[in-house]
T-cell receptor, first 111, second 111 residues
Framework: DAGITQSPRHKVTETGTPVTLRCHQTENHRYMYWYRQDPGHGLRLIHY???????DKGEVSDGYSVSRSKTEDFLLTLESATSSQTSVYFCAISPGGHEQYFGPGTRLTVT | GESVGLHLPTLSVQEGDNSIINCAYS??????FIWYKQESGKGPQFIID?????DKRQGQRVTVLLNKTVKHLSLQIAATQPGDSAVYFC??????????FGKGTMLLVSP
């Protein structure tokens, strides 16, 4: 998976609780991305980063925040989880903002 | 949870056949395209990319064709094998450093 790890790989949480997902890369790539994947919708971009402390919103950013304090780590936080945020979350990295390489995913269930 | 492959168009082929998977893209200004393969329970895997100044690009057992006139992309897999069974989807650049993904096609290869 191109030197990308995601943690946790599976999580079950209750509605209203905060959740943080971590993406870690060993490739020293500049760009990092968070996506969610749902049946019928494909991959949708939540937030992305083009450098340390440089982030921007994607298509479905409401209810999510991100932080990137180091090149290798990109954190996705659900401030107050809702059932609609039950999904599989993928992190991706890119050296130059074109080709993207994906991590193994995190399956999140909000009950 | 539901598989990402539910509700997707499906292409069923016999082992050894050639497979052709099609994708229509939306933005005539897109200048970069990628094909990904996603096996069940895994992250998307980069297969091959092509830039808009090319009509065709070949990889190992795969060929991507780009028809900009009709905004159509295809992935040809030669001598399809059972290990090629997966969901395949295309992506186009939607900004300088972001991609928009299609919903995908499921390829089923019978021995």
């Amino acid at each position: 998976d191109a030197g990308i790890t995601q943690s946790p790989r599976h999580k079950v949480t209750e509605t209203g609780t905060p959740v943080t997902l971590r993406c870690h890369q060993t490739e020293n790539h500049r760009y990092m991305y968070w996506y969610r994947q749902d049946p019928g919708h494909g991959l949708r971009l939540i937030h992305y980063s083009y450098g340390v402390k440089d982030t921007d919103k994607g298509e479905v950013s409401d209810g999510y925040s991100v932080s990137r304090s180091k090149t290798e780590d990109f954190l996705l936080t659900l401030e107050s989880a809702t059932s609609s945020q039950t999904s599989v979350y993928f992190c991706a990295i890119s050296p130059g903002g074109h080709e993207q390489y994906f991590g193994p995913g995190t399956r999140l269930t909000v009950t | 949870g539901e598989s990402v492959g539910l509700h997707l168009p499906t292409l069923s082929v016999q082992e050894g056949d050639n497979s052709i998977i099609n994708c229509a893209y939306s933005n005539s200004a897109s200048d970069y395209f990628i094909w990904y393969k996603q096996e069940s329970g895994k992250g998307p895997q980069f297969i091959i990319d092509i830039r808009s100044n090319m009509d065709k690009r070949q990889g190992q057992r795969v060929t991507v064709l780009l028809n900009k006139t009709v905004k159509h992309l295809s992935l040809q897999i030669a001598a399809t094998q059972p290990g090629d069974s997966a969901v395949y989807f295309c992506a186009e650049n939607s900004g300088y450093s972001t991609l928009t993904f299609g919903k995908g096609t499921m390829l089923l290869v019978s021995p």
